[in-house]
Protein backbone atom coordinates (compact mmCIF):
# COMPACT_ATOMS: atom_id res chain seq x y z
CA UNK A 1 0.00 0.00 0.00
CA UNK A 2 1.47 3.59 -0.63
CA UNK A 3 1.35 6.25 1.69
CA UNK A 4 -2.24 7.57 1.32
CA UNK A 5 -3.01 10.83 -0.29
CA UNK A 6 -3.97 13.65 1.68
CA UNK A 7 -4.93 17.53 1.54
CA UNK A 8 -4.21 20.23 4.44
CA UNK A 9 -6.73 22.68 3.03
CA UNK A 10 -9.01 21.90 5.86
CA UNK A 11 -7.81 20.43 8.55
CA UNK A 12 -9.81 19.56 11.93
CA UNK A 13 -8.36 19.13 15.30
CA UNK A 14 -10.49 17.64 17.65
CA UNK A 15 -11.01 18.83 20.96
CA UNK A 16 -13.09 16.10 23.03
CA UNK A 17 -13.71 18.87 26.14
CA UNK A 18 -14.62 21.56 23.30
CA UNK A 19 -17.05 19.15 21.69
CA UNK A 20 -18.33 18.95 24.68
CA UNK A 21 -22.35 16.53 24.75
CA UNK A 22 -21.62 16.14 20.52
CA UNK A 23 -18.96 13.87 20.83
CA UNK A 24 -15.61 13.58 18.71
CA UNK A 25 -17.07 11.62 16.59
CA UNK A 26 -20.34 13.54 15.46
CA UNK A 27 -18.47 17.19 15.09
CA UNK A 28 -15.77 15.16 12.84
CA UNK A 29 -18.72 14.04 10.75
CA UNK A 30 -20.34 17.28 10.57
CA UNK A 31 -16.85 19.28 9.62
CA UNK A 32 -16.50 16.23 7.27
CA UNK A 33 -19.84 17.04 5.84
CA UNK A 34 -18.86 20.37 5.62
CA UNK A 35 -15.58 19.91 3.86
CA UNK A 36 -13.00 18.82 5.78
CA UNK A 37 -9.82 17.87 4.39
CA UNK A 38 -8.31 15.94 7.04
CA UNK A 39 -9.11 14.83 10.50
CA UNK A 40 -6.81 14.95 13.81
CA UNK A 41 -7.41 12.94 16.57
CA UNK A 42 -5.75 15.01 19.77
CA UNK A 43 -6.77 13.96 23.49
CA UNK A 44 -3.81 14.36 25.55
CA UNK A 45 -5.95 13.30 28.55
CA UNK A 46 -7.72 10.26 27.24
CA UNK A 47 -6.70 6.80 28.39
CA UNK A 48 -5.10 4.63 25.82
CA UNK A 49 -7.89 2.17 25.53
CA UNK A 50 -10.94 4.84 25.47
CA UNK A 51 -8.41 6.62 22.51
CA UNK A 52 -7.85 3.47 20.89
CA UNK A 53 -12.22 3.13 20.88
CA UNK A 54 -12.48 6.83 19.79
CA UNK A 55 -9.68 5.99 16.83
CA UNK A 56 -11.44 3.40 15.32
CA UNK A 57 -14.82 5.24 15.60
CA UNK A 58 -13.63 8.10 14.38
CA UNK A 59 -12.14 6.44 11.21
CA UNK A 60 -15.03 4.56 10.63
CA UNK A 61 -16.90 7.81 10.39
CA UNK A 62 -14.19 9.57 7.97
CA UNK A 63 -13.83 6.85 5.46
CA UNK A 64 -17.23 7.01 4.40
CA UNK A 65 -15.97 10.96 3.00
CA UNK A 66 -12.01 10.07 2.08
CA UNK A 67 -10.89 11.97 4.72
CA UNK A 68 -8.13 10.60 6.72
CA UNK A 69 -8.02 10.43 10.25
CA UNK A 70 -4.34 11.57 11.90
CA UNK A 71 -3.62 10.73 15.42
CA UNK A 72 -1.66 13.04 17.50
CA UNK A 73 1.30 11.63 19.27
CA UNK A 74 0.71 8.17 19.70
CA UNK A 75 2.13 5.97 17.53
CA UNK A 76 0.75 2.78 19.33
CA UNK A 77 -3.07 4.34 18.99
CA UNK A 78 -2.18 4.86 15.14
CA UNK A 79 -1.19 1.22 14.61
CA UNK A 80 -3.97 -0.06 16.88
CA UNK A 81 -6.75 1.77 14.53
CA UNK A 82 -4.94 1.78 11.42
CA UNK A 83 -5.00 5.25 10.92
CA UNK A 84 -3.32 6.63 7.86
CA UNK A 85 -1.32 9.96 9.21
CA UNK A 86 0.16 10.80 12.60
CA UNK A 87 1.48 14.44 13.65
CA UNK A 88 4.06 14.69 16.19
CA UNK A 89 5.37 17.96 18.11
CA UNK A 90 9.09 18.44 19.01
CA UNK A 91 8.79 17.04 22.49
CA UNK A 92 6.97 13.70 20.88
CA UNK A 93 9.45 10.64 19.45
CA UNK A 94 11.85 12.01 17.33
CA UNK A 95 10.46 11.91 13.42
CA UNK A 96 13.26 9.17 12.34
CA UNK A 97 11.99 7.15 15.15
CA UNK A 98 8.31 8.09 14.51
CA UNK A 99 8.66 6.62 10.85
CA UNK A 100 10.98 3.16 11.60
CA UNK A 101 7.99 2.41 13.77
CA UNK A 102 4.82 3.52 11.51
CA UNK A 103 6.77 2.00 8.13
CA UNK A 104 6.25 3.43 4.86
CA UNK A 105 2.53 3.46 4.29
CA UNK A 106 1.83 6.28 7.02
CA UNK A 107 1.94 10.11 6.32
CA UNK A 108 3.87 11.76 9.18
CA UNK A 109 3.08 15.55 10.29
CA UNK A 110 5.52 17.84 12.73
CA UNK A 111 4.69 20.88 14.45
CA UNK A 112 7.39 23.28 13.72
CA UNK A 113 7.05 27.07 15.35
CA UNK A 114 10.50 28.84 14.88
CA UNK A 115 13.73 28.86 12.72
CA UNK A 116 15.04 27.19 15.80
CA UNK A 117 13.00 24.31 16.21
CA UNK A 118 13.11 23.96 11.94
CA UNK A 119 16.88 23.52 12.63
CA UNK A 120 16.85 21.22 15.11
CA UNK A 121 14.11 18.88 13.09
CA UNK A 122 14.66 16.43 10.90
CA UNK A 123 12.31 16.27 8.23
CA UNK A 124 13.46 13.68 6.15
CA UNK A 125 10.68 11.46 7.31
CA UNK A 126 8.21 13.91 7.31
CA UNK A 127 5.54 14.69 4.95
CA UNK A 128 3.81 17.83 5.57
CA UNK A 129 4.74 20.48 8.53
CA UNK A 130 1.96 22.62 11.09
CA UNK A 131 3.42 26.49 11.90
CA UNK A 132 2.26 28.02 15.09
CA UNK A 133 0.66 28.99 16.85
CA UNK A 134 -0.55 31.67 14.69
CA UNK A 135 -2.46 33.39 16.61
CA UNK A 136 -2.78 33.01 20.53
CA UNK A 137 -4.97 30.26 21.51
CA UNK A 138 -6.85 28.82 24.57
CA UNK A 139 -7.28 25.45 23.40
CA UNK A 140 -3.22 24.36 24.14
CA UNK A 141 -1.74 25.71 27.08
CA UNK A 142 1.72 25.24 26.20
CA UNK A 143 1.31 26.50 22.50
CA UNK A 144 3.99 28.80 22.81
CA UNK A 145 3.66 32.71 21.96
CA UNK A 146 2.25 33.97 18.72
CA UNK A 147 4.11 33.80 15.57
CA UNK A 148 1.58 35.66 13.76
CA UNK A 149 1.95 36.52 9.89
CA UNK A 150 5.43 37.42 9.63
CA UNK A 151 6.68 34.57 12.04
CA UNK A 152 4.44 32.23 9.89
CA UNK A 153 6.34 33.26 6.89
CA UNK A 154 9.52 33.28 7.75
CA UNK A 155 9.48 29.54 9.08
CA UNK A 156 7.37 28.84 5.84
CA UNK A 157 9.60 29.91 3.22
CA UNK A 158 12.53 27.63 4.51
CA UNK A 159 9.99 24.88 4.23
CA UNK A 160 9.91 23.03 0.82
CA UNK A 161 6.96 20.29 2.32
CA UNK A 162 3.41 21.27 2.70
CA UNK A 163 2.89 22.88 5.49
CA UNK A 164 -0.65 23.99 7.61
CA UNK A 165 -1.12 27.03 9.83
CA UNK A 166 -2.64 26.44 13.05
CA UNK A 167 -3.16 28.50 16.32
CA UNK A 168 -5.98 31.06 16.68
CA UNK A 169 -7.48 30.46 12.96
CA UNK A 170 -10.93 32.22 11.98
CA UNK A 171 -12.35 32.57 8.95
CA UNK A 172 -11.18 35.68 8.39
CA UNK A 173 -7.63 34.74 8.50
CA UNK A 174 -7.88 32.00 5.52
CA UNK A 175 -6.80 34.67 2.98
CA UNK A 176 -3.68 35.83 4.42
CA UNK A 177 -2.51 32.69 5.42
CA UNK A 178 -2.85 31.32 1.80
CA UNK A 179 -1.80 34.41 0.31
CA UNK A 180 1.75 33.38 2.69
CA UNK A 181 2.39 30.02 1.48
CA UNK A 182 -0.14 28.31 3.71
CA UNK A 183 -1.25 25.11 2.05
CA UNK A 184 -4.59 25.10 4.18
CA UNK A 185 -5.57 25.88 7.87
CA UNK A 186 -6.36 23.65 11.05
CA UNK A 187 -8.52 24.64 13.96
CA UNK A 188 -10.13 23.22 16.88
CA UNK A 189 -12.13 25.88 18.60
CA UNK A 190 -13.47 27.40 15.20
CA UNK A 191 -15.32 24.12 14.84
CA UNK A 192 -15.75 22.36 18.09
CA UNK A 193 -17.03 25.27 19.78
CA UNK A 194 -19.59 26.04 17.07
CA UNK A 195 -23.07 25.52 17.64
CA UNK A 196 -23.47 24.33 14.46
CA UNK A 197 -19.68 22.70 13.37
CA UNK A 198 -20.96 22.22 9.66
CA UNK A 199 -21.94 25.17 9.02
CA UNK A 200 -18.60 26.61 10.44
CA UNK A 201 -16.85 23.79 8.67
CA UNK A 202 -18.90 25.16 5.52
CA UNK A 203 -17.86 29.00 6.20
CA UNK A 204 -14.05 27.78 6.22
CA UNK A 205 -14.30 26.49 3.23
CA UNK A 206 -15.99 28.88 1.35
CA UNK A 207 -13.41 31.22 2.19
CA UNK A 208 -10.45 29.03 0.85
CA UNK A 209 -12.65 29.16 -2.28
CA UNK A 210 -12.56 32.55 -2.75
CA UNK A 211 -8.97 32.95 -2.07
CA UNK A 212 -8.07 30.40 -4.21
CA UNK A 213 -10.57 31.26 -7.31
CA UNK A 214 -8.84 35.02 -6.82
CA UNK A 215 -5.30 33.30 -7.37
N1 LIG B 1 -1.08 23.34 18.25
C1 LIG B 1 -0.65 24.60 18.16
S1 LIG B 1 -1.88 25.70 18.54
C2 LIG B 1 -2.98 24.44 18.82
C3 LIG B 1 -2.38 23.22 18.61
C4 LIG B 1 -3.02 21.91 18.77
C5 LIG B 1 -4.40 24.68 19.24
C6 LIG B 1 -5.17 25.41 18.20
O1 LIG B 1 -6.51 25.53 18.66
P1 LIG B 1 -7.46 26.72 18.18
O2 LIG B 1 -8.70 26.54 19.03
O3 LIG B 1 -7.74 26.52 16.74
O4 LIG B 1 -6.75 27.99 18.50
MG1 LIG C 1 2.53 16.31 20.62
Same mark, same amino acid.
Given at each position: ??????????? =? $?????????????????????????? +??????????? /????????? *??????????? $????? !??????? #???? $?? %??? *???????????????????? &???? =?????? &??????????????????? *????? #????? &??? *??? @?????????? %??? %????????? !????????? $? +? &?? %???? #??????? /? /????? =??? +? @????
Amino acid at each position: MPRPAFDLSLY =L $VTDTTQCGARGVVETAAAAARGGATL +VQLRDPHAKTR /ELVDLARAL *KAALDPFCVPL $VINDR !IDVALAS #NAPG $VH %IGQ *KDMAPGDARALLGPDVFLGL &SVGS =LEELAA &SDLGPVDYVGIGPYRGTAT *KQDAG #NAIGL &SGF *KTV @REKIALPAVA %IGG %IKAEHVGEL !IAAGADGVA $V +V &SA %ICMA #NDPQAAT /E /ELAGR =LDE +V @RARA
